[in-house]
Structure formats: C-alpha cells, structure tokens
C-alpha cells in the first residue's frame, strides 16, 4: 500500500485507521499503539537497497 509524507509538517497519516506518524515512524497520534518499524536503507547512485 502506498501513502504520502505531508512535507508540510513531516508526518505521515494513516488512512485506514487514522493514525499519524512523525516522519522517523514514531506514533504521533492514535489509535496506533506501536511505532512504525524501520529499516536501514543504502544508497549507490541511484540504486537504494534496504538493509
């Protein structure tokens, strides 16, 4: 499934269960009770692979 960062305050909502996330992934406001896992990514010109 694919949302969009809001640039405008860097959080990232949640249309399904209206939920908002900081742009690291960390609950910002419910019902979420756990923050986004996250994962290392690395980048090599314009390939980026998750770690």
């Known amino acids: ?10 959080q990232l ?3 399904c269960y ?3 996330f ?3 992934g960390i609950v ?3 019902p979420a009770q756990a ?9 090599e ?3 980026f692979t998750i770690t």
């Open 13 to 15: 909502p949640c249309p």
């Open 1 to 10: 499934m694919h949302h969009n960062l809001n640039h405008a305050n860097s």
């Open 18 to 20: 209206g939920s908002v």
């Open 22 to 24: 900081s742009a690291s």
């Open 28 to 30: 910002v406001n419910g």
């Open 35 to 43: 923050n986004l896992k996250t994962y290392s990514v690395k980048k």
């Open 45 to 47: 010109g314009d390939i």
